[in-house]
Each structure stands twice: as C-alpha cells, then as structure tokens.
C-alpha cells in the first residue's frame, strides 16, 4: 500500500510571493470591515418576520391548540433533531414528539429548495443513518431534494411522525418547579408540559437580511423580495433543477455569492433577462466534478464502512489533516490541504522531527498555494479580467466556507450577468422604490433575492429564535450563557434541569457536521432513558461538574484568534467582531484534544454506569 491509495496532493503553484499575499489578504479584510459587526443584519421580527415565518411548502391548518403532558419534546426537526428522536426510541423512549416550525422534516432541506441546491460535503458522510436504512446516495454530493426524502425517511423508519407537531413553533421555555415540567407556549396556543426537552434548532435554523435601508419602500412600489431559504417559485417559475421561466422578462438581483449564492447564479444566469450579482467578498470556488456513485464501489463495501469513511474524512480535513496509515478515501477539495501537508512532510528528511512550529509554517505555506491555485482558476475560465480579479478570494483557507461549482464562473461569460463588487462600500447601500443602490449607481430591478444566510454566529437568543428560556428561579438561558457557555460535556447545564442541547457548544466538532449531532444525540438519548429507567424525576448536572467541564474545555482549549482575526469577515469569524461583541467563533468551545478523543470520553463515561456529574431527584 503506497501512501496515497485513492488520491495524491495537488499540483499547486510554487512560484508565489507569501509576505505580500499577506499583505494583500489584510488589506482586502480590512476594506470589508463593518463597526457594526454582525449587528449589520436584521432579526427577521417585526415587519421582516414574514422571511422567515412564511412557508412556501406547506400550509398551515387549523387545529385544535394542544393541552397535554408529555415525556420529551425535541425542538426542531431537522437532521439534529431527528437523530435526538431516533436515539430516543432505539433507547427505549418512545414517547417522544418532535415540534417543527416546518410543515416536515428536514430542518434546512425542507426549507431550502432553491435551484441548484446540493450539499457541498461528501455525501457518503453528510447524510446519517446510511447503512441503518439501507439508502446508499445516487452521487458524491447529493441534491437537496434526495437529502430531505431521506431525512423523512428516518421519521418514518423511527415512528417520529406520530407524535410529530409540525407548522408550530415554540416560543417560551419555561421551567416548572411545581410539577417539575418544561412548559411550552407555541404560536399555535398550545400548553404542552414536557418531563425532557431537547434544544434542536440547528446552525441554519432562521434566515437573516442585511440592514439595508428601503426594502420595505421597495416591495410597496411594487418590487419583489424573498430569501433564499424560502423559494418564491410562483414568482420565479421552475423548481430545484431550474426551468425558471418565469423570469425570462425580468431583471433579478441576487445579494449574497457564499455557498448559496454559487449554487444560484448558474440558473439565475441562464434564464433571467438580466442578472446583477452583488457581491461584498468573493467565494474560494473549486472543481466540483460530481459523480454518480459506482455500483462496483458500492458492492464493495463491507458492514461498518460508513463509520470507517467518517473517521477517515474527518482525518485528512483541515480539522486534523496529517494523515501517514491511511488513503485518503473522500478526495475533494475538504481534503486537499491534508494531502498536501501530509505529501510535504513525508518528503522531509526527518518527518519525525518536525516540530508542530514546523507544521503549521508547512500548513501555511500550503493554504496560500492552494488558494493562489484558485484564483488562477478564475483567470481561466472568466473572460473579462476586470471580472475574473474581482471573483478572486484573497483570504486563507477556511476563513469563509470554501465551495466549489463547474459552473459558477463560466456563468459571469453571459452578457446579461454583471458582477457589482460592494466591498469598498462594505455592501449594498440602499433600496429605493425601482431597486437596489451599490457605489452610487441605482441598478433598476424587478426582483431582489437575498442569499445572506443565516442566525449563526450571532447572540444565542436570536439563534434560538425563541422569545423566552427560562430555567429554575426564572433563570434565562440566554443570561447563563451570555458570558460563556456553562454544561457538562457540551450538552446540560446546570439550572435547566432535564434540558439538553445540541449543536456547537462545548464538545466535539468534526468537518462532518451531522457526525456531531449523531454523537451529541446518542449521549444525550442516554441520559434521558438512564433517568427514566432509575426513574428520576429530574436529572442535572452538579455545580462542581459543570464547573470541573468548563476548567477542562478552557484548559485545552487552542488559541486561534489570531487566525480569526486575520481572516476575512464572515460568519465563520462573527463579521469580523465588530458592533463591541469581539471575535466569536461559530464552532462554540470546542473540546480541543479532537472530535474522536470526545467520542472516546462519552463512551468510557457512559460505561461505568454511574451518571458521575449528574444529580438525580426522585
């Protein structure tokens, strides 16, 4: 076996100049830098609550409001929640009601159904459950649409749709002393007295708009707006593989060119008369190159592959990435950074003697060549130049979500797309009642799409798009952890007893994000049916556990604010900590020793059996 089995490094370029790459990368960051930070966008509340709240997929009938004590109510129904439930009922829990603003399941593949949408991770790992429900992905990176098909396929293989109440959603959390209780207050009028809640909202649980003054001039002069999250096909026409031939006569402006909006503008080019695509920083856009899957590799397989390909994914990306047992099976653009590294280093004369100094100055210089391999990318396949140097991301490596397309910059060759670059003016600066202001010229519109993501690096209560959460003594949540989060093992929290938590709090985080939430849902369905077979009313952490969890994460922890300061602003670095909230990183606290020593430590803790660090009542 040579050491790259399946995929070898890349070939990038050698002939770069670093110190004033450098430079170039902190003057295009500082450009972009706002005052106010991520207190640029709007909470969708209010007059904008319709973005968010409407639901273009499903209607909402009427009912009956819900009167009515249960065992344990999952909050969210999207892939987080439907493992919580799953663990739930392999556990033994079977009353369990899962509570979705959304007409189904889905969470982010039930709302977003835009043209184009695919996941942009290895398939093979993103999508839970594979082998447990016999699916195997029909390509490398899946469409929206067979990702969602399979999310309620886990609702129906773990019987989630009977207690399911779906088109609500919660708006207080409060804490019942006197029946030991979650009370649960909905849009809906429900009172629903919970024993267990489990937090489920996800990262990409509720869209959010930039500040920008006059959207609602605009829509009452006859404009038309909507987010990405909630497709306007009566508009637009079409569905998710595009046909929008609804706007074959009209001029489209598209704010946003992340993840989204490098799915979008290929369909958006090809059938609006007109395309304006404002952009405030450019994506790092790769080779997607996306292939069905090989039924001879799927013979192949043997039971436990899926877990196997997890591990090595989450291995040979940037989490990690210096990998010498091992082939790299996933080989895409999250691994190439591993691969080049690892190629750098086993070619040195003494590899073992590399200080971690050493690596990271490898890991460096590796990053710059990459993304300088990326801009010449751009330079070949873009026609204009003044176009291709403005699509070009000069910024490191996982300081924005890097994406990839085959189609996304040779979409910028149409004649009726125009690329608008904002990043001088830090973004677009105004809508008036014909369409959208950037750098002093009025671009006239007939349609505004806003691809500008979502609640996720912002304050925790505008996250959980929840009114109130309040804990013993009317404790807020959002008070408890307004200062840094406070839980044992990333999951409980002491004062909000029979409440667990999911997401990127204080555990493990891997590349693989819904790894994460299979590994916080089989903890958390642990505790939950250790608490109900000892039969404890409530179950919490203790103060010193807590305390002793939050030294642990703490001591550990990895000091990357350098990084995150150098890079450009973006969810990924909290807007660039502007507004006086300071650089927060999206990933939480992590547990630094790696997602797979956490794994290891729930484990052995859930072992010997006694709950240590929790405090059960009768």
């Known amino acids: 076996m040579t050491l790259f089995d399946t995929c070898g490094p890349t070939q990038t370029p050698d002939d770069i100049d670093i110190d004033a790459l450098r430079d170039k990368y902190l003057y295009e960051r500082d450009k972009r830098l706002r005052p106010d930070g991520s207190k640029q966008y709007l909470e969708l509340t209010g007059d904008f609550s319709e973005f968010a709240e409407v639901d273009p997929h499903t209607p909402v009938t009427p009912r009956t409001p819900i009167n009515e004590d249960i065992e344990v109510a999952v909050l969210g129904g999207g892939i987080s929640g439907l493992l919580a439930g799953a663990y739930l009922k392999k556990a033994g829990v079977d009353d369990v009601h899962v509570i ?36 195997m992905p029909t390509k490398k990176f899946a469409d929206g649409a067979e990702i969602y098909e399979h999310c309620r396929n886990i609702g129906k293989h773990f019987g989630l ?87 074959a006569d009209k001029r489209v402006a598209l704010v946003g060119t992340g993840a989204t909006g490098v799915q979008l503008v290929p369909h958006l080019g090809r059938d609006a008369a007109q395309l304006f695509v404002f952009q405030r920083t450019p994506s790092s856009v790769d080779v997607r190159g996306n292939e069905p899957t090989d039924p001879q590799w799927v013979s192949s397989l043997q039971p436990g592959w899926q ?115 904002v990043s001088q003016t830090q973004g677009v600066e105004r809508l008036t009642e014909n369409g959208i202001v950037a750098n002093g010229v009025e671009y006239e519109v007939d349609c505004v799409i806003f691809a500008s993501g979502f609640e996720i690096s912002t304050e925790i209560s505008r996250r959980y798009a929840m009114d109130v959460i309040e804990g013993r003594d009317g404790v807020s949540l959002f008070d408890h952890w307004r200062d840094g989060y406070k839980t044992l093992h990333g999951v409980t929290s002491r004062g909000f007893p029979n409440q667990f938590h999911t997401g990127f709090i204080q555990g493990g985080v891997s590349a693989n994000t819904t790894a994460m939430f299979e590994q916080q849902a089989e903890h958390i369905a642990y505790i939950i049916s250790e608490a109900v077979k000892r039969q404890a009313t409530v179950v919490e952490p203790t103060q010193e556990a807590q305390d002793g969890w939050v030294g642990t994460i703490r001591e550990y922890a990895i000091d990357n604010s350098a990084f995150e300061v150098s890079c450009t602003p973006g969810y990924y670095n909290n807007e660039g900590g502007g507004g006086g909230e300071g650089i927060r990183s999206f990933l939480g606290e992590p547990y630094s020793p790696g997602f797979y020593a956490f794994d290891d430590l729930l484990k052995q803790w859930r072992a010997k059996g006694d709950l240590d660090g929790l405090e059960l009542r009768q």
Not at 105 to 129: E, H, K, L, S, T
Not at 196 to 223: C, E, H, W
Not at 235 to 242: I, Q, R
Not at 377 to 406: G, H, M, N, Q, W
Request: proline share 5%.
């Open 161 to 247: 749709y009977d207690g399911a109440i779906f088109s609500t959603q919660v708006r207080t959390v409060c804490w019942d002393e006197k029946i030991d209780r979650w009370r649960l207050s909905t849009n809906r009028g429900d009172d629903i007295r919970a024993r267990f809640v489990v937090m489920t909202q996800g990262s990409y649980n509720r869209p959010k708009l930039p500040g920008i003054p006059g959207i609602k001039d605009y829509v009452n002069a006859g404009g038309h707006v909507f987010h990405s999250a909630r497709w306007d096909y009566d508009y637009t026409g079409g569905d998710a593989n595009g046909g929008l031939h609804k706007l």
């Open 307 to 421: 877990e196997e390909r997890k591990r090595n994914f989450h291995r040979w990306s940037p989490f990690e990435g210096v990998v010498f047992d091992a082939p790299d099976q996933v080989c895409d653009f999250w691994t190439e950074l591993g691969r080049n590294m690892t190629a750098r280093i086993a070619a040195s004369p003494d590899p073992a003697s590399l200080g971690i100094e050493q690596i990271m100055a490898i890991r460096e210089e590796e990053d710059y060549k990459i993304m300088e391999r990326l801009r010449r990318r751009i330079a070949d396949e873009v026609e204009d130049a003044d176009t291709a140097e403005l699509l070009k991301p000069y910024y490191r490596f996982l300081c924005k979500r890097p994406c990839s397309s085959d189609e996304y910059l040779a979409a910028f060759n149409r004649p009726n797309v125009t690329l608008v670059d």
């Open 100 to 135: 979705e603003m959304g007409g189904d399941f889905g969470g982010v593949w039930y709302w977003n159904r835009f043209p184009g949408i695919q996941c942009d991770n290895d398939a093979y790992c993103y999508i839970p459950m594979l082998e447990e429900l016999g699916y």
